[in-house]
């Protein structure tokens, strides 16, 4: 009876987590790679990572939040070593990508306009960049960010402020130029 | 500087609250700097793509399938417990009956085990033998061979209940132990990095240290002066990647020093190539004692 109590237990706290964290790792990974189906892929495959380990995840040792995001970002990390090249796109790559597209107007140039940021991010120092995918991809906290990334709480906001004007100066530049 | 820290604050909690779904209006006596990068953070939020219902509800169904899958697997362990359980009661509790069937248990185990090493196909020998069985039979004492049937039988059932136990839902073991011992001299104080366990959610780095005159304490509640305070402290980097703190080593007293152990908390790659270890301190001592690790040999 017992066995079938933690059964059910398990299953509603899986997804529960579910539901809370799905639109936070597929944002996450999609900041990182602007393709829905590598995007959906990779997504499932971090929830299926994440469903294996559950029964060794300790919330003592760490929270939920950053235990699935290190899973994420370890899943993207071998999805562009199994890939074999770096995580670069170049603008007409991006414009190309979707041109192809025929999802409807609005979409098309949302999906523009982000395939646009990601470019752009990736001129951020590689910190800077993980630090604006982690905090709107993921929407962590300055806490679990700087736990994830070994750096002090104040750090974070000192960087995440300066990176988002950064990102934006260099948006700026390239509308303009 | 203190007007710079407090509005870096402000922008903050100002994303929070956007992500969060609040309404964020910047007030016009903010700078322009400022409010030209909180539309941009606005931006950031905006172009953000969600996921598809579809994709949403495939994936879920997917992933509650195969928590079934192994709660089934589970419960098949369980039934296996209980079939042995069941048997088990089959025996009428009087003696009379308890001896019968230990007896009838040893003739069918001496028939199962002469009948596998093959001697029931020699026709040479197999009365010796069956004689021998016999005399067995009947010098043991029944109730020894009851209670010997007992032990198998709840011997499977712990078993399969400790495995119950043991086996959560979702568990994967230790994955890979790296021998490392690598010992590395600063200021005359050696440290050796013994070994690397990887395990599916975190990894245990080992390392050893013999203190000057030290012996084993005792006591590891009072310990000798020369000995408190000899915590260390280290931080890895996996494949050049951030620096992190494994925060303060447990320590274990061996007879011949004392190990440290550390824990990256996080999961290593299976493709991770290389993990920097770094003891940064020992006690009052400041290292740096630096370990290369491969982690793909």
Same mark, same amino acid.
């Given at each position: ?61 760490a929270s939920?939040s950053t235990w699935i995001f290190s899973?994420s970002r ?53 910190d800077?960049?993980e630090i604006?995918r982690l905090?709107?991809?993921a929407?962590l906290n300055n806490r679990q960010i700087a736990r994830m990334l070994g750096l002090?709480?104040?750090?974070i ?21 | 500087? *203190? ?124 009365? !010796? ?30 078993? *399969?209940?400790?495995? !119950? ?76 990647g951030p620096?992190i703190?494994?925060?303060?080593? !447990? ?14 908390r996080e ?31």
């Amino acid at each position: 009876m017992s066995t079938v109590r933690e059964n059910e237990s398990a299953r509603k706290t899986f997804a529960e987590l579910y539901e809370e964290y799905l639109p936070r790792v597929y944002r996450y990974i999609n900041y990182r790679i602007n393709d829905t189906q590598i995007t959906e892929d990779l997504t499932s495959t971090v929830f299926e990572k994440a469903l294996t380990n559950f029964g060794k995840y300790s919330k003592d040792k760490a929270s939920f939040s950053t235990w699935i995001f290190s899973i994420s970002r370890n899943v993207v990390i071998d999805y562009y070593r199994a890939q074999g090249r770096r995580q670069t796109v170049s603008l007409d790559e991006t414009t190309e990508l979707a041109s192809r597209d025929l999802s409807p107007e609005e979409e098309l140039l949302k999906k523009e306009e982000r395939e646009k940021l990601q470019v752009y991010l990736m001129k951020l120092p590689q910190d800077e960049q993980e630090i604006i995918r982690l905090k709107f991809g993921a929407e962590l906290n300055n806490r679990q960010i700087a736990r994830m990334l070994g750096l002090s709480e104040s750090n974070i906001g000192t960087r995440l402020y300066r990176s988002i004007r950064k990102l934006r100066d260099v948006f700026q530049e390239s509308e303009n130029g | 500087m *203190a007007r710079e820290k407090d509005e870096e604050r402000e922008f903050i909690e100002n994303i929070e609250r956007l992500l969060a779904g609040e309404e964020v209006t910047v007030g016009r006596e903010k700078s322009e700097d400022y409010r030209t990068a909180f539309d941009f953070a606005r931006k950031l939020t905006e172009s953000r793509s969600d996921p598809s219902p579809v994709f949403k509800q495939q994936l879920k169904d997917r992933l509650l399938l195969r928590l079934t899958e192994r709660e089934m697997e589970v419960r098949q362990k369980v039934k296996f417990g209980s079939i042995w359980e069941f048997l088990a009661n089959l025996v009428p509790r009087s003696p009379v009956w308890r001896t019968a069937a230990a007896t009838l248990v040893i003739v069918l185990v001496t028939v199962g085990v002469l009948w596998r090493t093959g001697m029931f196909t020699r026709e040479a020998g197999l009365e !010796e033998l069956a004689r021998e069985s016999e005399q067995e039979i009947m010098t043991a004492a029944p109730e020894a061979g009851l209670k010997a049937f007992e032990g198998v039988v709840e011997e499977e059932i712990e078993a *399969a209940e400790a495995e !119950e136990e043991e086996a959560p839902l979702l568990s994967v073991a230790m994955s890979e132990v790296i021998e490392v011992n690598q010992t590395q001299t600063v200021d005359g104080v050696a440290i050796t990095l013994e070994r690397v366990e990887l395990f599916a959610t975190e990894s245990v780095v080992f390392a050893f240290n013999r203190p000057p005159d030290y012996t084993m304490p005792q006591d590891p509640e009072s310990l000798p002066p020369s000995l408190q305070g000899l915590i260390a402290s280290a931080q890895y980097s996996i494949d050049g990647g951030p620096v992190i703190d494994t925060g303060p080593s !447990e320590i274990h007293f061996l007879e011949s020093g004392m190990q440290h152990i550390f824990r990256i908390r996080e999961i290593i790659s299976e493709d991770a190539v290389e993990l920097t270890f770094i003891i940064t301190g020992l006690g009052e001592l400041h290292g740096p004692w630096e370990y290369i690790i491969s982690l793909q040999e």
